[in-house]
Nanobody, 119 residues
Framework: QVQLMESGGGLVQAGGSLRLSCAGT??????VGWYRQAPGKQRELVAR???????SYANSVKGRFTISRENAKNTVYLQMNSLKPEDTGVYYC???????????????WGQGTQVTVSS
């Protein structure tokens, strides 16, 4: 069974940094995104990296977050710098939605990792 394992979250002051990691055996076959869900809000895509390493970011994190991948370890990272209170939320990783049924991930999300930024 495919599993996605997020880690690296924590409590940090505004302006601080965190590095999130996500491991998944199917990552080398897919583009991977980092998503976050803030309290009371819908889950949103904040960063995405293709198999070839092309990246894209939500406007709210552009210039502060960097997504990267290490295919040999089936791991994707999210380096978060200059954190703001509005970055608070649970962060998840996943492959593109249209690809999930092929890997049995149609309704699957990992446990996520909590990021809390204090002002």
């Amino acid at each position: 069974q495919v599993q996605l394992m997020e880690s690296g979250g924590g409590l940090v002051q505004a302006g601080g940094s965190l590095r999130l990691s996500c491991a998944g055996t199917i990552f080398r076959l897919n583009a991977v995104g980092w998503y976050r869900q803030a309290p009371g809000k819908q889950r949103e895509l904040v960063a995405r990296i293709t198999i070839g390493g092309d990246t894209s970011y939500a406007n709210s994190v552009k210039g502060r977050f960097t997504i990267s991948r290490e295919n040999a370890k089936n791991t994707v990272y999210l380096q978060m710098n200059s954190l703001k209170p509005e970055d608070t939320g649970v962060y998840y990783c996943n492959i593109d939605e249209y690809r999930r049924p092929y890997f049995g991930l149609s309704d699957y999300w990992g446990q996520g990792t909590q990021v809390t930024v204090s002002s």
